[in-house]
């Protein structure tokens, strides 16, 4: 019998806690979240919480850049043609395209607000990626793009006068009533808990990359927003469809870090053990083949070589650019005595980047009435089945945009009097002994990379259903006091849901590769997975859409 999952992590009542008020609350602190409140009405007051420091994101460690139509001979068609043979049919056209055409408007939004793009005789220098049939994407400090933006968009909406911006504060839970969000229930940085009260709320919380052992994100990334939507009811989409990154650094002892795909873009090679340069082998386009292509070549090709990583090449590439280009993959692998104008870069694939997500439309609605979601936390359309590089922190902006204007919309149509709604959760009657947090946390991490990572298939992903369906039963039903027990109860959350679609799809498409069905099947499976917990009569139940 499968444990269903508890409405609220925590118990609380209304009369035990204090209260706070808002017009638009903002949950998440990257790029997506503080371009919403940015778009928020001057008059609304805007809270911005995030459960770190405003500079640890997925954003921040952002390092290809975004992309965008700048050149004179690039055209949107191209853009629009890259995402969807890259996405495939999964991709929502109508999306893409207003997305790629917003995309000068946002990137010059960002100039404004302070950002320095690298440039070249006074023009912004266009870089190119794998998937991209042109050069079109602006970076910044060379490949340190996400902290530059980030520290520019950080110092102007901390100057707007509407918006507070409280860190170190960890969401536990969306308050819904009668399906409606009305905001949400934290715990700020001094443990102290405190139900906030919105008119609308936007969720942008980022991703799940820490669901597994080998991962690009930072430890923030514990699919907090995603749970918490679940939870509340809103609709989860497309949770089959995690990229795994092809270039991560692969050192014993080291942290897994990106190795930009720009390297690539640049001309940098992928050779084996042997030194074999193996990508032409597999796709025409070689290196600068997308993600899911790249990365599945290197998995077979380390099966092949019975080797635990294929290596980045560089070496041939003119060493003062090099270093100039990429000055912080230098400087990580020197930490380890790599020189990556004499050595070779080891890497291999790592969970980088939530396709699925929070179900979303073109404003940023979800499927709870007064709930809206921006950046890797939703589902909106533009990635389809695999995303094209360096189009995330560009969707962040566009529907961070979206969601702020459309929230502030509706929050100013509400009445200027707050509520406090008579919400509570009860104490949960169950053991009250110690776990090890940490061994079920490494333990689910390696379950997933195992079962659920680059290659899935039926037999696996059954064991891996089972065991965190075990799990389950003894953690999700307490109420933990601190963060660790929360994350951990969210990575189980979405881990489920995770296996849950991958088992249900039966094809190979785009970031999902069953081996045992290996082909693309657009008869049966050109459709959207969707799962969602109904707080009317506490089920859970999946579906498909088109």
């Keep these: 019998m499968t444990l269903l999952t508890p409405r609220y992590l925590v118990a609380f009542h209304p009369e035990h806690l204090p209260h706070y008020f808002c017009d638009v609350l903002i949950i998440g602190g990257g790029l997506a979240g503080l371009r919403a409140a940015n778009a928020v009405d001057p008059s609304l007051r805007v809270l911005v919480i995030t459960k770190d420091s405003f500079g640890e994101s997925n954003s921040n460690y952002a390092q290809g850049g975004i992309a965008g139509v700048l050149d004179p001979e690039d055209r949107f068609e191209e853009h629009v043609a890259d995402t969807l043979v890259a996405g495939g049919t999964l991709c929502d056209p109508q999306v893409v395209e207003m997305v790629v055409r917003e995309a000068p408007e946002r990137i010059q939004e960002l100039v404004d607000w302070g950002t320095h793009f690298d440039k070249q005789a006074g023009q912004i220098v266009l870089g190119r990626e794998g998937g991209h049939s042109r050069n079109r994407i602006v970076h910044a400090l060379g490949d340190m793009t996400g902290k530059e933006v980030m520290r520019a968009v950080i110092e102007y909406t901390r100057a707007k006068p ?31 808990r405190m139900m906030v009260w919105a008119r609308q709320t936007i ?33 989860l989409r497309d949770m089959e469809f995690m990229q795994f990154h092809p270039t991560v650094l692969y050192i014993a002892g080291g942290s897994r870090s990106l190795i930009t795909e720009a390297i690539r873009g640049e001309g940098g090679w992928l050779v ?12 025409e386009r070689a290196e600068l083949a997308p ?47 790599i020189d990556i104008t004499r050595d070779k870069i080891p890497v291999r694939p790592g969970a980088h980047y939530m396709i699925g997500g929070v179900t979303i439309d073109q404003e940023g609605r979800t499927t709870i009435e007064g709930l809206w979601a921006a950046g890797e ?58 776990l090890d947090l940490g061994d079920i946390r490494n333990s689910l991490k390696s379950l997933m990379w195992r079962y659920c990572g680059v290659r899935r298939e039926r037999d696996g992903l059954l064991e891996a259903l089972e065991q965190v369906d075990q799990w389950r039963r003894y953690v999700l039903p307490r109420q933990f006091a601190d963060i660790g027990g929360w994350e951990l109860q969210n990575m189980l959350t979405v881990s489920r849901v995770m296996i849950q679609a991958s088992l249900a799809r039966e094809e190979s498409r785009g970031v999902h590769l069953r081996t045992d069905f290996p082909q693309i099947d657009e008869e049966h ?21 088109q």
Aim: aromatic letters at 8%.
């Design 162 to 192: 509407n918006v507070r911006m409280w860190e170190k504060t960890f969401t536990l839970d969306l308050l819904t009533d009668q399906g409606v969000c009305r905001g949400a229930i934290i715990s700020s940085q001094h443990g102290e």
């Design 203 to 235: 969720i942008a919380t980022g991703g799940a990359g820490q669901v597994y052992r080998e991962s690009t994100n930072p430890p923030v990334a514990t699919a907090d927003g995603h749970a918490m939507a679940y939870r509340a009811g809103a609709q």
């Design 272 to 283: 084996d053990k042997d030194g074999i340069r193996f990508m032409p082998a597999y796709d």
């Design 291 to 337: 993600r899911d292509v790249v990365s599945k070549a290197i998995v077979t090709q380390m099966e092949k070589t019975k080797h635990s990583c294929v290596y980045l090449d560089v070496r041939h590439l003119e060493k003062s650019f090099v270093l100039k280009r990429f000055p912080g993959i230098a400087a990580a692998c020197k930490k380890f005595g």
């Design 377 to 434: 936390v939703a589902s909106s359309g533009l990635h389809g089945a695999n995303r094209l590089a360096s189009n995330s922190l560009l969707e962040g902006l566009v529907y961070g945009a979206h969601a702020g204007l459309a929230a502030s919309e509706a929050a100013k149509k509400m009445s200027a009097k707050f509520h406090v709604f008579e919400l509570e959760s009860a104490v949960a009657d169950v053991p009250t002994d110690p």
């Design 525 to 545: 499976w050109n459709r959207h997975l969707w799962f969602e917990r109904s707080e009317l009569d506490s089920t859970e139940r999946q579906g498909t859409a």
